[in-house]
């Protein structure tokens, strides 16, 4: 028996076997099990979602010897007729290849015929869009007004190029595109009945590059199985594909929070040895950024993901994962423009490298250039952080984490903890210590949501508001203590008490700081002169919101 290709052998043949289009599914199994049947159906959607699948399990439920129903046996003379394509009650023209008016004449002289067989003559005219203008016109008055034995089915992947008569004469149902997760379990179901080996990488990769049409992918399953000798593994799709392994858009982004251009030039070269789409390897990189903020601004999302991301997100400044993704995403859209794909994804990788968040300047790294005196607010060019010294990297390198910035002597003396029963410290030396133990990611979090309120030999005894008391997880809290006692020096232990009132935090200072700034630089704008007279001559006003502060 000759080989039949997946997206064939596994076509649904049952409204409870498609993937994705419930709406649809839904509609029409409600006007089947009604008998409220329209005469017209119209299917909308791009390639590969279903659309011919879905008229074919329509035409089998209104012929089935057991129908019209929305349940179809699949074993009367109807149903195993219509499967396997010999149906006569079943016409099925492709408009892309008849496109003329005496093809049309022909169909409407034939409609007028009963059924030989079937209960209703079914008419399934796919890529309807494609018939002339005078076709569809000699069409219209049998779709408005056909027999009570003729059903017509049309699908199209561009209804905008019909007629207005004649999408008013359907009901249209328009296919949504399959998400990714849908067509990749679709390929594990499968794959799991064919009993071919597979890795969820490869599965992924293919469900991404299927780009939403659950046909293409089985035809890249295919290729992909044949690729690698009867078994489904990532390395081999990667290669067929001309993409990238994630364990490789990985390791760039651990080069990029470690600061080394060095080895962000290694794996620069290692990956182009794989002569990969450069657009899909940043699009993978904003991809994984985007993981990585998820995690870090939404703590309880690490339990669903690997250790090595959680990890990561730990170890990068937040700030520089959003710049990061920006870069990567507007690397991705001048890829054209540059000499070569290569450089363009160099060039956006050592941007990356290059430039820091003007906050994250401020406030973690070195001190952002004071911006010039400007008679009006401008924003302040974001600086650039100096890179560490190679030993430096090297060391951060070793220990698997960014080399934390030099603390200045005044931030040192800042950080200095009173000895034990001494009052609590100034405001400003819980902030300081933060910084100084580089608390980043969840962790930072918990810290900046939670308020030093003194030291008790080797416990250190921190404030926190209830509502925030779910950061103070069991890992959450041993991260805290060792980055904590790494920076003091000496072993330390934290206990959370409740919080006092007219405590702040230090995140509860920065928003106080943020909501001063912004308006304070509302105030500096409503007093420009120029605004001014806007304000007066044309009763302009200044809209709230679209004032920023310049760093």
């Not at 439920?61 to 149903?79: D, H, I, R, V, Y």
């Not at 299927?210 to 089985?218: H, I, K, P």
């Not at 994984?288 to 339990?303: I, K």
């Not at 070195?366 to 060019?381: D, F, G, I, L, Y």
């Amino acid at each position: 028996m000759s080989y039949q290709a997946l997206a064939r052998k596994w076509r649904p043949r049952r409204f409870t076997e498609l993937v994705g289009q419930e709406h649809v599914v839904r509609a029409l199994t409600h006007a089947l099990d009604s008998d409220r049947l329209h005469h017209a159906f119209l299917f909308t959607g791009t390639r590969g979602v279903g659309k011919t699948t879905i008229a074919r399990i329509f035409a089998k439920s209104l012929n089935c010897a057991q129908g019209p129903t929305s349940s179809p046996c699949g074993e009367c003379s109807a149903c195993v007729d219509i499967d396997a394509g010999r149906f006569v009650d079943l016409l099925e023209i492709d408009a892309a290849s008849n496109t003329g008016i005496d093809n049309v004449r022909d169909l409407i002289d034939n409609a007028m015929y009963a059924p030989t067989r079937g209960r209703y003559k079914v008419y399934l005219i796919d890529e309807v869009h494609m018939l002339s203008k005078g076709a569809f016109n000699a069409l219209l008055k049998t779709l408005e007004e056909p027999p009570p034995h003729v059903k017509f089915l049309l699908a199209t992947t561009d209804p905008q190029k019909m007629l207005v008569t004649v999408l008013s004469r359907c009901i249209k149902f328009n296919l949504k595109r399959l998400t990714p997760e849908q067509i990749a379990g679709q390929m594990r179901h499968i794959l799991g009945e064919e009993g071919i080996a597979f890795d969820e990488e490869g599965i992924e990769v293919l469900a991404r590059a299927a780009d939403g049409s659950l046909r293409d992918g089985l035809s890249l399953l295919d290729q992909a199985i044949a690729h690698g000798n009867g078994a489904l593994q990532a390395a081999e799709v990667h290669a067929m594909l001309g993409t990238v392994e994630r364990s490789r858009v990985r390791a760039v982004l651990e080069v990029l929070a470690s600061g080394d251009g060095e080895a962000l030039l290694a794996e620069i070269e290692r990956i182009a040895d794989f002569a990969p789409d450069f657009g899909q390897v940043l699009d993978e990189l904003a991809g994984l950024l985007h993981r990585v903020q998820v995690l870090q601004l939404v703590p309880a999302a690490a339990a669903a993901e690997d250790a090595t991301l959680v990890s990561m997100a730990g170890r990068i400044h937040p700030e520089d994962v959003q710049l990061w993704y920006q870069m990567a995403v507007t690397g991705r859209r001048d890829l054209p423009l540059a000499p070569t794909p290569r450089v363009g994804f160099e060039m956006a990788l050592l941007r990356m490298l290059a430039f820091v968040p003007v906050g994250a300047a401020s406030k973690a790294r070195a001190p952002a250039a004071p911006a010039a005196a400007a008679p009006r607010p401008a924003a302040t060019p974001p600086a650039r952080a100096p890179m560490p010294p190679p030993a430096a990297v090297a060391e951060a390198k070793a220990a698997g984490s960014r080399p934390a910035p030099p603390v200045p002597p005044a931030a040192e003396s800042e950080t200095r903890i009173p000895d034990s029963h001494s009052p609590a410290p100034a405001a400003g030396d819980w902030p300081a210590l933060i910084e100084r133990a580089g608390l980043r990611g969840p962790v930072g979090q918990l810290a900046r949501h939670a308020t030093l309120l003194g030291v008790d030999g080797a416990v250190m005894r921190l404030a926190i508001r209830p509502v925030h008391a779910h950061l103070a997880d069991e890992r959450m809290l041993g991260q805290l203590e060792r980055q904590l006692g790494a920076a003091m020096g000496k072993p330390v232990k934290v206990r959370f008490e409740p919080t006092r009132d007219g405590i702040e935090t230090p995140a509860d200072l920065a928003d106080r700081a943020a909501r001063e700034r912004q308006q304070a630089a509302e105030r500096a704008v409503e007093a420009d002169p120029v605004v001014r007279s806007l304000i007066d001559t044309f009763d302009a006003r200044v809209i709230p919101g679209s004032v920023r502060p310049a760093d």
